[in-house]
């Protein structure tokens, strides 16, 4: 099938017949080598015999992968106002062994000279954009500096940054509202579920009222005064609050429409952590909230619900990972003193300090880091899910196991669940009403009637295959299937007609031929090739795609 590498498969190896399972009475196929996943049962499924036959459940050769192309750019940072809190959460991150002294012994405050410092530095870079995200402790606590710092990023470097908060809410006020709405703020809000969920979570140091009550208010505040912002609510989950489906319930019924839900990083022999033994319950409820997300988006009720959108745009692009973040060279974390950590999970973690604001850093280490991708991994080299899941989060790893690639066993399970989930969640909507995942993913997401459109390329010849040189300085060898589908990228041809033109030249199904076309498509995209931005007309016509 189509390629963008010119490169012999010198290592190819079949797969036999890839991972098969059933989920919810329906059938599938896996790709573990390149996280392909093709329903194989209901009106949309395809022949396993076909796959086979055709070369979609091979193992490419590491060669053929997109695995060493680091990003250039830095995308995101974290900023540490403070390591300082007006909550005692018994679950906080800050108290692990190995960052309790950096968090809470430490420095607790940046002051504005080194904040003003990492913004010069970070501007001197060579990015083009970069989100600052206010992070603490409870960053709230020192808002006058957060303020400060985000004026002289906007006065020094104009359209450089964009900003988003990680908070409590507890802090939020009105007054400070006029200043998020004129810095077009982002927010990742922190609760944990309903009054009697996060308050058996989360404290104040020095009350008794309820956390919940005041989180939930201000929130529901900043929703009203910024009805354009882009607000999400983080849920954090134990053995203590593990009705997932209840908390989406509640949240769902008060309109909150971007949910996140990660398991609780704690020492895995504390009260409070989700274990092995919690197993069954997990996978009920993961069950049970996979249906209900369903439910909801086949009903028109369309919002973010994590993990399952994530791992479905892994689906949609049909493009393995093989790590789950690139900590330390598009992201990085800054401390409150000034250090520079891949992370904040890693904060005083000195193996991984990389400089500071003053006199700079390297990324060095954080892309010896990176070269240990998924495929490295001797405990995920075997494993269905690993160019979707891609490894876990590194700094998980290294807290629960002291090992940064050695994946936690209980992380491990809920991934598979919900990827085994989300692979059904996908195939659904998309026989369905491929409309939803149209308003979720946007351009990672092709319908039909969509019409690609290159850019003015330069197009070479080359010993078997061809050579693209987009804008951004790349070269990029792709085979006569790809360069048949870069010129059909005319602004004029959608990809429903692609797929048939390719699946009447290869003599296969029009289902399998639209699945290399995404890819492809994806692939070409990735590169600066073509340009998958514009709305479908489909999607201009419908408020639903917006």
């Known amino acids: 099938m189509a390629s963008t590498s010119n490169r012999t498969n010198t290592a190819e190896i079949s797969s036999d017949q890839g991972y098969r399972f059933t989920v919810l009475g329906d059938d599938f196929i896996l790709n573990p080598a390149t996280g392909q996943a093709f329903p194989v049962s209901g009106p949309c499924g395809v022949q396993p015999s076909e796959l086979a036959d055709l070369g979609f459940l091979r193992v490419p050769d590491l060669e053929t992968t997109d695995q060493d192309f680091a990003p250039t750019q830095l995308g995101s940072v974290l900023f540490n106002l403070t390591h300082d809190c007006n909550l005692a959460c018994v679950y906080c ?27 010069d530095l970070l501007a001197s870079r060579n990015f083009e954009h970069v989100s600052l995200t206010f992070f603490g402790g409870e960053p709230l606590l020192e808002f006058a500096l957060l303020r400060a710092l985000v004026e002289y990023a906007e006065d020094r470097h104009p359209a450089r940054f964009s900003f988003q908060l990680i908070t409590n809410a507890t802090l939020l006020r009105p007054s400070m509202f006029s200043f998020f709405k004129r810095h077009n703020f982002s927010f990742l809000i922190s609760l944990d579920g309903d009054k009697k969920s996060h308050d058996q979570l989360r404290c104040f140091k020095n009350n008794a009222e309820s956390v919940f009550d005041q989180a939930f208010t201000n929130y529901l505040a900043l929703r009203e005064a910024l009805p354009q912002a882009e607000i999400g609510i983080n ?23 971007k949910i996140r839900m990660d398991r609780g990083l704690v020492p895995t022999d504390g009260q409070y952590a989700v274990t092995l033994k919690h197993a069954d319950k997990l996978r009920s409820e993961l069950v049970t909230l996979a249906r209900d997300y369903h439910d909801f ?35 990085i974390t800054i401390a409150s003193n000034g250090d520079v950590y891949p992370c904040y999970k890693l904060l005083g973690v000195q193996r991984c300090r990389m400089g500071d604001v003053a006199t700079g850093y390297d990324d060095g280490y954080a892309r010896e880091m990176w070269e240990h991708n998924v495929l490295t991994r001797s405990e995920c080299s075997g494993c269905f899910a690993r160019t979707i899941c891609a490894g876990g989060c590194v700094a998980d790893n290294y807290h629960i196991n002291a090992d940064f690639y050695a994946p936690a066993r209980e992380n491990c399970f809920i991934f598979r669940q919900a990827i085994r989930l989300s692979i ?41 295959g061809y050579c693209l040189r987009p804008g951004n300085g790349g070269v990029y060898f792709i085979n006569s299937t790809a360069r048949l589908l870069f010129d059909l990228c005319d602004g004029s041809t959608s990809v429903e007609s692609m797929s048939a033109i390719l699946s009447e030249r290869w003599g296969i199904s029009h289902r399998l031929a639209r699945m290399d076309v995404t890819e492809q498509l994806m692939r070409l995209h990735k590169a600066g090739c073509v340009d998958l931005n514009s709305p479908s007309p489909a999607c201009r016509k419908s408020e639903e795609c917006r």
Request: proline residues 4%; positive net charge.
């Open 297 to 331: 988006l086949m009903a028109g009720d369309i919002f973010v619900l994590n993990p399952f959108v994530n791992y479905m745009r892994v689906l949609a692009k049909r493009l393995p990972r093989y790590r789950a973040c690139n900590s330390g060279i598009d992201y």
């Open 93 to 119: 991150i800050m108290g692990l062994s190995g960052l309790r002294e950096h968090y809470i012994l430490g420095n607790k405050a940046m002051d504005e000279a080194t904040g003003k410092q990492a913004i």
């Open 235 to 257: 849920v954090t989950f134990f053995r203590q609050n593990l009705d997932l489906a209840e908390t989406v319930r509640f949240f769902r019924s008060r309109n909150v429409s």
């Open 424 to 464: 059904w969640l996908f195939f659904s909507l998309e026989c369905k009403a491929p409309h939803v995942l149209k308003k979720l993913f946007g351009w990672e997401y092709l319908l039909g009637d969509e019409k690609p459109k290159s850019g003015p390329i330069s197009v070479e010849e080359t010993q078997g």
